[in-house]
């Protein structure tokens, strides 16, 4: 029997156990057993959860690409890796073999090395989902060096926090992107970022949308003539298993965003294992993740992941809503998609709109559909499952994070039998448990506490770039020999896991983590406001969506209230990104605070929510009656 394979329930308990029992026999074995090695470890595992130092496959050295590409190329070279559907649907799909792929990565990364890239630098990111995207992860791996994609709706000025943090010395961009029916300038933001970054020697640029640039000369080159003349060969750099593979940053709930570093052996591993069990992906399958590799999914579930399976993974540059609300049922009919894996957001907007955009597509290669980003609520759940499943595919409700490199609680489709909302159980080699008020794990189920995951696992991130302190505050500073999720979650009497949420202040909206404090910090660069806080509430379609109460100073409360409003919404968009704006906002005196000063977001959380009958004790408040101010102020 292969652990690396599971089938049924049967095979999904004895593994499991195996795994809990045994964890670094059963990561060795599936590491002999489907990955390619130029050197094999001296040892599987060492760890010291006080100083968060984890390390997976000591002294092993490999290369990413060659477990993603070169070992395909013997039976599956002429076999589509990728699938690029584009905006425009009018516009031709591409079809990416093994074997030109393993060539489009060779030349990227000539071109690279050409520009002075080599082992351990870092390369910014800045590309919409084109396949340039992609090969341009894959030659950054290829010669070592260590990759950081920003998201391409992020603002110059998140660019530039990204690309300084990190000291880039390159970024990969395009003359812009598609986005629906609109078209997006990314060299200007680009341009914009840079100014404020010195360490950016070289821009390569790709073109997209035929627009006019402004070219810095000596700094920006178009990356194809580059392309054209670099060889299709390239050797692979050897890396060691701890070498870092790519930075990711995820939204912090104070201050800066966190740069997760994943490191080369540990992660392959996990995201593979991960794919193929969540996926069940079998043969010439053709997965489709519909989220943007700027996102950790995207890194594990369109790139990484697949690939180490020598799978047919799709890239779709577009928007479920263009040319109209049929758009993801139509790619799935066109490529015959078997796996589906999307965010609960998308499936509640699509939920929505007439059923004769779904009718109208033969959704009848469907096998597995997956859910991804925040919990599915039970709505979007049945109707996905009714509608899209014919409740012939199972869904897989997956839970994880940037922090976790992979899927930790999943179903594993036609295996866990799946409930509603819930997450089921954790994957083999995760041991997750709950944690009490004071730090005590829960044992028993029908209980609810903080999730908490005691044992590593190989795809787990292993600092923070530049601030392994905020790293082991972050997530190893809360409960002894644990990492803390920062996610609440509840066990049934089964022994299946429902995520409750955030219990910190990062707010999930439309399957993105949003901090809540940079947000306040751009909101209070406002002339006109003096103290603002943002909570999450429940949005029927993004999940939820951000809440502020505003408090302003005197030369702002003769101002017209709605182009305020207006005036602090672009503010946020231009410091962070237009996924970051505000849905409501409420000008308020005052916001309730404890004795020492702290803002009580978990009252206004309760007021966004128009829960006010439950808001607990506020006597402990400096001044309570101010709850009733805002409550009065919301109608």
């Known amino acids: 029997m292969s652990a690396y394979h599971i089938k049924n329930l049967e095979e999904y308990f004895k593994v499991y156990r195996k795994s809990i029992r045994e964890p670094e026999v059963f990561w060795e074995e599936i590491a002999e057993e489907h990955f390619k090695w130029r050197k094999r470890w001296d040892n599987v595992l060492s760890y010291n959860f006080e100083k968060a130092d984890f390390k997976w496959f000591e002294g092993a050295k490999l290369n990413v690409t060659e477990n993603c590409i070169d070992r395909h190329l013997l039976d599956k070279s002429d076999k589509t890796a990728i699938i690029f559907e584009p905006n425009n649907p009018e516009e031709e799909a591409q079809h ?17 090395k ?46 530039a926090s990204r690309i300084n943090d990190s000291e880039c010395k390159m970024v990969i961009t395009s003359d812009g992107s598609y986005r629906g029916a609109k078209t997006i300038d990314l060299k200007v933001i680009v341009d914009e970022a840079l100014k404020k970054c010195d360490t950016v020697e070289n821009v390569l640029l790709v073109k997209r949308i035929d627009s006019n640039i402004n070219f810095v000369e000596g700094r920006d080159e178009w990356l194809q003539p580059l392309l054209d003349k670099a060889s299709d060969e390239c050797k692979a750099e050897v890396m060691d298993a701890e070498d870092p593979l790519f930075i990711l940053y995820t939204s912090g709930s104070t201050g800066k965003p966190k740069g997760m570093v994943h490191t080369t052996a540990g992660y392959m591993i996990y995201t593979a294992y991960t794919f193929k069990n969540v996926f069940q992906y079998k043969g010439d399958d053709v997965y489709w993740c519909t989220a943007d590799i700027g996102w950790i999914t995207g890194h594990s579930y369109i790139i990484y992941g697949p690939l180490a399976n020598g799978a047919t993974t799709l890239m779709f540059e577009g928007v479920p809503s263009y040319p109209d609300h049929s758009r993801f049922w139509a790619v799935v009919e066109k490529h015959k998609v078997n796996q589906f894996y999307t965010a609960p957001t998308a499936i509640r907007s699509l939920a929505k709109a007439s059923m004769d955009f779904v009718n109208k597509h033969d959704l009848s290669s469907l096998k597995v559909l997956g859910s991804v980003g925040e919990p599915i609520n039970e709505e979007a759940w ?6 899209i499943g014919k409740q012939k595919s199972p869904i897989v409700d997956t839970w994880w994070q940037t922090e976790t490199g992979g899927i930790m609680i999943s179903p594993i489709p036609y295996v866990t039998p799946t409930i509603p909302t819930f997450a089921s159980l954790p994957l083999p080699g995760v041991q997750a448990a709950l944690v009490d008020d004071n730090g005590e794990e829960i044992k028993s189920n029908q209980e609810e506490g903080k999730l908490c995951i005691k044992f590593p696992w190989p795809g787990m991130a292993r600092t923070i770039w530049g601030n392994h302190k905020r790293y082991v505050e972050t997530y190893f500073s809360a409960y002894k020999n644990m990492y803390f999720t920062g996610d609440g979650a509840r066990r049934d009497a089964v022994g299946y896991y429902r995520i409750t949420g955030r219990v910190d202040d990062v707010v999930i909206v439309s399957g993105h983590n949003l901090g809540t404090a940079p947000i306040e910090d751009a909101i209070n660069e406002h002339p006109a406001v003096a103290e603002s806080a943002i909570v999450g509430y429940p949005h029927e379609v993004k999940g939820n969506a951000l809440y502020g109460f505003i408090i302003l100073k005197e030369s702002g409360e003769n101002r017209v209230h709605d182009n305020l409003r207006k005036e602090i919404n672009q503010l946020i968009s231009d410091h962070i990104g237009p996924i970051a704006k505000l849905d409501k906002i409420q000008f308020t005196n005052s916001l309730p605070k404890t004795r020492s000063g702290k803002i009580m977001r978990r009252i206004l959380r309760k007021i966004a929510s128009g829960e006010t009958d439950q808001l607990g004790d506020i006597s402990t408040l400096q001044d309570p009656e101010v709850v009733q101010e805002i409550i009065d102020g919301k109608k």
């Open 96 to 112: 990416i073999s093994y074997k030109e792929l393993y060539h489009k990565a060779n030349k990227f990364a000539n071109v690279l």
């Open 114 to 159: 050409s520009k002075g890239i080599k082992k351990g630098d870092r390369v910014c990111i800045y590309l919409p989902m084109i396949p340039e995207l992609a090969v341009a992860l894959l030659a950054c791996a290829r010669i070592g060096a260590i990759h950081s994609v920003v998201f391409a709706g992020f603002s110059a000025s998140a660019l």
């Open 382 to 387: 049945h109707w996905f499952n009714e509608n």
